[in-house]
C-alpha cells in the first residue's frame, strides 16, 4: 500500500518536473520540488529529510549565520538575532525550491521532556519572526531537539550558552 | 453478717485481680536490627548450569540491599537429595542466618525443573520451597523466580528481579552521541538493541503487560513518538503526519497513550488510543506541560507544566479536569511518575542539582534520595521500593543507570555494557 | 515544444534525481528496521518439587540421629558432640578455581550465653513467698499455687531469658511495630519447646497484618530456637492452678 503512494507520488513529481522553463539556477545547482509527506501514513520511514550542505554554506556566506542564540530559560530573539534572521529571510526568498527546518535546541541543565518542549518554543519565535519578514510557512517546518544536539561540550556557562540556539536547516 | 460480707468482697477482689493477672499477657519486644541477613547459596546440584543458577540468585539477592549473600564459591556442595533437608547445625557453625537450596532435574518434555527451597537456618526449618519449569536456555528466568521467592518471603515485599528494563544505550562524545533502545534483563544480562542507532532515540516506556513500546524518535528531523511491538518488532508513528510529539506513556489498561505534542510555541498533553484515532487534548494553558504519568488506577495523570512560571508538578483527573499543583518544595520539579501501589510519586527536583526525590500522592512528604550533580528520568520497580534513574557527569556527560532504595540508601550502578539513560522498569515477566 | 540545452540538461538531471529516489525510497521501505524478539519464553510453577523419601510440605523429614532427639525446634547448642565436619570442608568439589577468601566462618565453641543461669538470681522466688507452704517438710511441686504473683514472674523470667535473641531480630519495615502476634508455648520440664510456638491472634490493620504477621512469626521462631532450653523452677512447670508448660505472652516489635 505505501509502495503504490510512494511510485504514484513520484510519478506526480517526474511529470511536474518535466514541464515549465525554469530559470537558469544560481550556483549549486538547485533539486527539484521536494515529494510531499503523506500526512496519514504511520509509516515511521516516509518521514526522511535531506539536508542541503552546499545550501547551507551558501546561507552562512551570504546571511551571516544560520544560528541565533537564546537567554537561560528564554524564547526571546534580541537585537542581533533579529538581524541575522531579517538576512536569513532575505536568502530564502532569493532561493526558491528550498524549505528550512527551523530547529531549536537547549543546553543540558533542564530535564529531557522540558527541553523539548523548550527547544520548540525557540524554533518557533524564529519561524515567526521569519514569518514577519515574509517567508511563507510552506516553506518552513519548526522542530526541537532538545539538549540532544549540542556543539560545545563543557559543562560551564561558555558551554550552554553555545547550545541554547536556533538553527535554519536548508533541506530540500 | 459482717464476716459474710467481707468473704464475699475478698472473693470478689481476689478473683477481680486473677482476672486481671491473667487477661494482661506479657509482652516481648524485638529488635529491629539494620543489618544485612548472611545468606549461603551454595552450588545448586543436578546439572552443571546449577553453578551459575546459583551465581545469578547471589547478585539477585545483593542487589536488593537486604543480603550478604555467600556462595556460590567457597562453600560446601550437596546432593539432591539433602536440597529439602540440610544440616543445619552446619550452616549455623558457619554464621549464616537462612541457606537456599535446591536442585536441576530434566523433565519427560526436555525442559527442566529447577527447584527452589529457602531455609531458616536459625530456626531449623524450611520457610517455603518452589518448582521453575523452563525450557533449558531460560535456566536465567528460573534463578531470578527463586531469587524473587527468597526476597519476597524474607522481606515481606512484592518480588522485582524476574524483570527487564528498556532504556537507551549512549554512546560516543557528548556532541555525536549515538542512542539506541535497548532491553536488557534487570541484572544487565540478555542485553540487545532494538534501534540501529541511524536516528537519536530517547525516552522508550514498556506498556502494563510488556508486550510494547512506546518512544521517541527524531525520524526525520523531528521527535516523533513511535509504537513498538517487542515480539514481532513491528513499530508505526502513534500520531500521523508531521506533528511534534514527545514523552508518551501507556495508561494503565494499555489502551491509551498519554503524550505531549508541540505546536506553536505551546506544549500540551493529548491523549490517544494505542490502535489509533483522533487524540484528545488535555491540556490547553499556555506553558509547556509535558512528562505525563497515569496513577495505577487510571484515574488520574500527574505531569510538569512551567503555567506558574517555573517547573511544577500537577495532578489531573484522567479526562483533563481538576487541574492542581502538588508541588511546593522550593525549587523546581520534573519528571514525575507515579508509584505501582498508588501511594508516591517519584520526580526530578531542581535546586542547583538535579536530584531524584519521592513525594506522597497527595503532595507533601518529600524525600530526597539521590546525591547527584544531574539525576533525572525516575522510574519505578514493579514493587515499589527501588527507584531506577539516569545520572549524567559533568563535563563529558557520561550518562549510567542506576537503581536507589526508596527506604534510603546508596544508588548502585546498573551493569550496562556502554553509557545508558531514560530507563523504564518492566512489570514482572511472566 | 523545442527544448534547449539547459532544459535538456535539466530534465535529464530531475529524471536522473527521480530514478535515484526511487530506487532509494523503494530500498528504505523494504529495509526492516529490527530484529523480531524470539517468542516469550514461559515459566510453569511447579508445586510438588521433592523425593519419595521427603514430603512435599514444609515440614522436614525427621533430622538425622546426630541431632537431638527433640522434635520441632533444632536445639542450637548440640554442636559440640556432633561428629559433622565443619562447613569449610567441601563435601563435592564445585569449582575448578578455589575460591580465595573464605567465605565461611566456624564457631570453635558453641557460645550460648553463660548468663543463662545467672538470669535467675537466688532470690527468684521473693516474689512468690507470700505463698508459704505450712507444712515442715520441703515443698511438693505438687503443693506449689501458681499464682498470680508466681504467673507474671515466671512470665517475666521467661522474657528476660529470651531478651537477647530478641534484641537480635532485624527490621524488617517502619511500620511493623503496628502489628501485634499473641503466642502460645507448650514447654517440656527441660526448658525446651513441646511443638513451635502458636500464634493464636495477630492483630493490627489487615494490610501490615498481611504484609509482616510471617515475618513476625518467622522471628519468634527464630528466638525460641536460639535462647532455649529456659531454666524456671521445676515445681512451678505443672500445679493445679496451672504451670508454665504453658505460657502465652505478645510480639512485636519497637
Request: charged letters at 20%; proline letters at 9%.
Amino acid at each position: 500500500m505505501n509502495k503504490t503512494i510512494l511510485i504514484g507520488m513520484t510519478a506526480v513529481a517526474l511529470s511536474l518536473g518535466a514541464c515549465g522553463r525554469k530559470a537558469p539556477p544560481p550556483e549549486p545547482v538547485l533539486p527539484a520540488a521536494p515529494a510531499p509527506v503523506d500526512p496519514n501514513s504511520t509509516d515511521p520511514n516516509s518521514l526522511e529529510v535531506v539536508e542541503l550542505p552546499a545550501l547551507q554554506a551558501d546561507l552562512v556566506a551570504k546571511a551571516g549565520s544560520d544560528t541565533i542564540y537564546f537567554g537561560t530559560d528564554e524564547y526571546s530573539l534580541d537585537q542581533a538575532s533579529q538581524a541575522t534572521l531579517a538576512a536569513q529571510a532575505r536568502w530564502l526568498l532569493a532561493t526558491p525550491n528550498v524549505r528550512a527546518s527551523i530547529e531549536g535546541h537547549a543546553d543540558e541543565r533542564g530535564t529531557r521532556e522540558y527541553n523539548q518542549a523548550l527547544g520548540e518554543r525557540r524554533a518557533n519565535a524564529t519561524r515567526d519572526f521569519l514569518r514577519s519578514q515574509g517567508v511563507p510557512d510552506n516553506r518552513m517546518t519548526v522542530t526541537s531537539w532538545g539538549k540532544e544536539r549540542p556543539v560545545a561540550t563543557g559543562s560551564n556557562e561558555e558551554a550552554w550558552a553555545q547550545n541554547r540556539r536556533a538553527v535554519t536547516v536548508i533541506i530540500r | 453478717m459482717r464476716m459474710i460480707l467481707t468473704l464475699l468482697l475478698a472473693g470478689i477482689a481476689s478473683t477481680a485481680i486473677a482476672q486481671d493477672t491473667q487477661e494482661a499477657a506479657p509482652e516481648l519486644v524485638g529488635g529491629s536490627v539494620k543489618s544485612n541477613v548472611a545468606i549461603a547459596v551454595p552450588v545448586m546440584p543436578g546439572d552443571p548450569i546449577g553453578r551459575q543458577v546459583s551465581q545469578v540468585i547471589v547478585s539477585d539477592l545483593r542487589s536488593t540491599g537486604l543480603f550478604t549473600p555467600l556462595g556460590p564459591g567457597g562453600l560446601p556442595g550437596y546432593s539432591v537429595e539433602e536440597a529439602g533437608n540440610p544440616a543445619y547445625p552446619n550452616w549455623r557453625n558457619a554464621g549464616v542466618s537462612a541457606l537456599v537450596s535446591g536442585y536441576i532435574e530434566p523433565r519427560p518434555d526436555g525442559r527442566m525443573t529447577v527447584a527452589c527451597y529457602l531455609h531458616d537456618v536459625t530456626a531449623g526449618r524450611e520457610l517455603t520451597h518452589q518448582g521453575f519449569a523452563v525450557t533449558s536456555d531460560n535456566w536465567r528466568q528460573a534463578a531470578h523466580k527463586c531469587a524473587d521467592l527468597v526476597y519476597s518471603r524474607l522481606s515481606g515485599q512484592q518480588p522485582f528481579l524476574d524483570t527487564r528494563v528498556v532504556y537507551v544505550a549512549e554512546t560516543g562524545p557528548k556532541n555525536n552521541r549515538q542512542k539506541r533502545v535497548a532491553i536488557m534483563d534487570s541484572d544487565g544480562s540478555n542485553n540487545r538493541y532494538l534501534t540501529v542507532g541511524r536516528h537519536t532515540v530517547v525516552t522508550p516506556r514498556f506498556s502494563p503487560r510488556g508486550d510494547k513500546l512506546v518512544y521517541v524518535s527524531y525520524i526525520g528531523r523531528k521527535p516523533r513518538v513511535l509504537l513498538y511491538d517487542v515480539a514481532s518488532g513491528q513499530e508505526r508513528l502513534l500520531i500521523p503526519g508531521n506533528h511534534i510529539t514527545f514523552a508518551p506513556r501507556f495508561s494503565p489498561n494499555g489502551r491509551d497513550v498519554v503524550f505531549s505534542m508541540a505546536e506553536n510555541g505551546n506544549t500540551d498533553i493529548y491523549i490517544v488510543s494505542a490502535s489509533g484515532g483522533q487524540p484528545r487534548r488535555l491540556t490547553s494553558v499556555a506553558g509547556a506541560d509535558t512528562s505525563p504519568s497515569f496513577s495505577p488506577d487510571g484515574r488520574q495523570i500527574v505531569f510538569e507544566s512551567d503555567r506558574s512560571g517555573t517547573q511544577q508538578l500537577y495532578v489531573m483527573s484522567a479526562d483533563g479536569g481538576g487541574q492542581r499543583r502538588i508541588s511546593f518544595g522550593g525549587g523546581r520539579y520534573a519528571s514525575p511518575v507515579w508509584s505501582p501501589a498508588g501511594n508516591m510519586i517519584a520526580f526530578t527536583r531542581i535546586a542547583g542539582n538535579f536530584r531524584i526525590g519521592v513525594m506522597n500522592a497527595g503532595g507533601g512528604g518529600e524525600r530526597i534520595l539521590t546525591d547527584g550533580w544531574q539525576d533525572e528520568g525516575p522510574s519505578w520497580a514493579p514493587n515499589g521500593q527501588f527507584v531506577m534513574f539516569h545520572r549524567t557527569a559533568q563535563g563529558a556527560g557520561a550518562t549510567r543507570l542506576y537503581a536507589v532504595p526508596v527506604s534510603g540508601g546508596s544508588a548502585r550502578i546498573m551493569p550496562t555494557p556502554a553509557g545508558g539513560s531514560d530507563p523504564s522498569w518492566s512489570p514482572i515477566n511472566n | 515544444m523545442k527544448m534547449d540545452r539547459a532544459e535538456l540538461a535539466g530534465t535529464g538531471a530531475a529524471l536522473a534525481f527521480h530514478a535515484a529516489l526511487i530506487a532509494a525510497l523503494t530500498l528504505s521501505l523494504a529495509h526492516v528496521t529490527s530484529k523480531p524478539e524470539p517468542p516469550s519464553m514461559e515459566v510453569e510453577f511447579v508445586e510438588d518439587i521433592g523425593f519419595e523419601a521427603a514430603a512435599p510440605t514444609s515440614i522436614a523429614t525427621p533430622p538425622p540421629a546426630s541431632q537431638a532427639p527433640e522434635i520441632g525446634e533444632a536445639p542450637p547448642d548440640e554442636a559440640a558432640p556432633a561428629p559433622l565436619p565443619p562447613a569449610t570442608q567441601p563435601r563435592v568439589a564445585p569449582a575448578p578455581t578455589p575460591r580465595p577468601t573464605p567465605k565461611v566462618r566456624t564457631k570453635p565453641a558453641p557460645a550460648k550465653p553463660a548468663p543463662r543461669a545467672s538470669r535467675i538470681g537466688d532470690d527468684f522466688l521473693k516474689g512468690i513467698a507470700d505463698s508459704p507452704s505450712k507444712s515442715d517438710a520441703p515443698a511438693k511441686p505438687a503443693a506449689a499455687t501458681f499464682s498470680a504473683t508466681a504467673r507474671a514472674s515466671v512470665g517475666q523470667a521467661i522474657l528476660r531469658q529470651v531478651q537477647p535473641c530478641a534484641d537480635r531480630q532485624p527490621f524488617i519495615g517502619e511500620d511493623a511495630n503496628k502489628v501485634r502476634l499473641t503466642i502460645n508455648l507448650k514447654l517440656a520440664r527441660s526448658g525446651r519447646l513441646v511443638r513451635p510456638p502458636t500464634v493464636l491472634k495477630t492483630s493490627g490493620d489487615p494490610d501490615l497484618r498481611a504484609k509482616y504477621g510471617d515475618l513476625l512469626e518467622d522471628q519468634v521462631r527464630r528466638i525460641f530456637a536460639q535462647c532455649t532450653p529456659l531454666r524456671l523452677p521445676a515445681e512451678l512447670y505443672d500445679t493445679p492452678t496451672g504451670g508454665w508448660n504453658d505460657f502465652t505472652f505478645t510480639y512485636r516489635v519497637n
